[in-house]
């Protein structure tokens, strides 16, 4: 049984993109930029935000910082969001989310141009995915899949079974492993809160991704033996950082898995790191 590290992938990403950063500024170019917008003084995504820009500042990323009070209204984000668009020396702009009730998150990321949208959240980045058109993947999604490749797990011509139909984790992801390709081309399905007999089909899975964030729920009685289980669901508990996999006893099942923490979490802000630079390099080719 292999437990997959999601730490040592991410260090491992993150440094070739220093080097590549370095090299390019060496060669005369700017650094990258990414601008980081918060409202509001959500704990976590406070914690969120301050690991974005350290994993910046060890890339030789720029990091522009914007962190409006829990007020700010509709009119003055949309500003801002314009505003970062038309800078030249910002290449990507990553919005946290979730934001205060009274804001249209989904205005606002229609507003970020899709160009500098490092998140793949924008509609274009995600109908280009559905495609199979050059893009930028939703980080964590996209995460997924660098470990498997990493790691030589290929899912091509296995059923896969993703639990979560988030338009962040569980869509995309379904679109990454059906599209073409040596760490793709498997049988997708996605399992939701209607989902009949889901244990059923966790049980059918070569490959079961989890994205629901409920702590434990899945358990060994729902897992093939030897399949692959990647744990993207995190959750603060009493006990601390947990996944949606009971990780103790599912662990004596699978062939290979993800902890919680340190398995898909460090792989996404290595691939926000990854698309900034992408955006960057396409921003002054």
Not at 110 to 119: T, Y
Not at 169 to 183: E, F, I, N
Request: hydrophobic letters at 45%.
């Amino acid at each position: 049984m292999v437990i997959i590290d999601g730490k040592k992938t991410a260090l491992a990403l993150r440094e070739a993109l220093a080097a590549e950063v370095a090299a390019g500024v060496a060669g005369g170019r700017r650094p990258p930029g990414l601008a980081v917008v918060l409202v509001g003084d959500d704990p976590a995504s406070q914690v969120y935000v301050r690991n974005k820009e350290k994993a910046c500042s060890a890339a030789g990323i720029n990091s522009f910082a914007y962190r409006l009070p829990a007020g700010t209204c509709q009119g003055k984000l949309l500003a801002l969001i314009r505003e970062c668009n038309a800078r030249a020396d910002v290449d990507g702009i990553l919005l946290q989310l979730p934001l205060p009730p009274h804001l249209d998150a989904q205005a606002c990321l229609l507003a970020i141009d899709p160009a500098k949208d490092v998140d793949g959240f924008h509609p274009e980045n995600v109908g280009r995915l559905s495609i199979g058109l050059p893009g930028f993947p939703p980080c964590t999604p996209a995460g997924v899949m660098e470990l498997l490749r990493c790691y030589d797990l290929s899912p091509a011509g296995k059923k896969a079974v993703i639990v979560g139909r988030s338009n962040i984790v569980g869509k995309p992801l379904a679109m990454l492993l059906s599209r073409p390709g040596p760490y793709a081309d498997a049988t997708v399905t996605v399992c939701h809160s209607r989902t009949a007999d889901l244990a059923a089909e966790c049980r059918a899975a070569d490959f079961l991704f989890l994205a629901v964030g409920r702590p434990g729920f899945v358990t060994a009685g729902m897992v093939k033996e030897g399949a692959v289980v990647i744990d993207v669901g995190i959750s603060r508990t009493p006990q601390g950082l947990k996944g949606d996999a009971d990780f103790e006893s599912v662990k004596c099942r699978a062939s290979a898995i993800t902890p919680v923490p340190g398995g898909v979490g460090p792989m996404t802000i290595a691939l926000l790191l990854k698309n900034t630079v992408t955006a960057w390099k396409e921003r002054i080719s």
